[in-house]
């Protein structure tokens, strides 16, 4: 069965990464979410995607000169078209995980460090998953595959995938050569029998960002790992059908 990976939460339908898309991913039948992380001032691991709050919040400037107690006090359904009677608030790494203990969903946390080197960032995501003990049930993916290598050296246990937009020369080696037990692939830059050729050697392929029926039902048909979508309820409804 391939599996269902909300983008950033249903970030198609709720204000991305906050606490209400991911709930609306369980409720949507989504089997796990997708989310980004990132360091606060104060090395609190913040869930957001951009590297500044201006898109997504109330605010201005880089999450990095923020505390996470300035970060919570932002609303993050700002600019957001979705309507919500009470604000979103961006959530620290802990948070949802402590939501995680309470359900079986799979979690894939995207390191956003290609631009701004995050010290230690690794580190911190391994030791939370660790103190959580979510090891089978995160997988963490990046941009930056030097960070994900050194994920790799760090907890050989925990899965990781690289993530890429551009097409690749058979990328089942590639995440062979990093040691990498998934590739996370823009659906764009990957054909079928690339897919199915990566998943005969045992990686993983979940490629994003897909919402649209036909691309769904394309990778549904020759049983993809997984898709990671911003519309978890319209890709569980179309999963019914296979
Ligand atoms: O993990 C897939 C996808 O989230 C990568 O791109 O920019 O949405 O973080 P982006
Ligand atoms: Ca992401």
Known sequence: MTY????????????????????????????????????????EIVVIHDLTVDRTTNGSGYVKDFTFEQLRKLKANFHSTHFFKKAARIPSLREVFEWLEGNGLICNVELKNNVKAYKGLEEKVISLIREFC?????????????????????????????????????PWDYARTLQASG????????????????????IAVRPYTVNKEKDMRKLFAINCSAIITDYP????????QY
């Not at 030097?146 to 994920?151: A, E, F, K, R």
């Not at 823009?186 to 199915?196: A, G, L, V, Y």
């Not at 309820?233 to 179309?238: D, G, N």
Request: net charge negative; aromatic share 6%.
């Open 4 to 43: 269902i990976l909300a983008h950033r939460g249903s970030a198609g339908t709720h204000p991305e990464n906050t606490m209400e898309a991911f709930i609306a991913a369980e409720k949507a039948g989504a089997d796990g979410i997708e989310l980004d992380v990132q360091l606060a001032a104060d090395g």
């Open 134 to 170: 979510l090891e089978g049930r995160v997988i963490i993916s990046s941009f930056n595959h030097n960070s994900l290598v050194h994920c790799i050296q760090l907890a050989p246990d925990i899965q990781t995938a690289p993530l890429y937009k551009e097409v690749l020369f058979r």
């Open 183 to 202: 590739i996370h692939p823009n659906f764009k830059c990957i054909s079928p029998e690339d897919i199915e050729a990566a998943m005969d050697c045992g």
């Open 233 to 240: 309820k319209k890709a569980y409804r179309i999963r019914n």
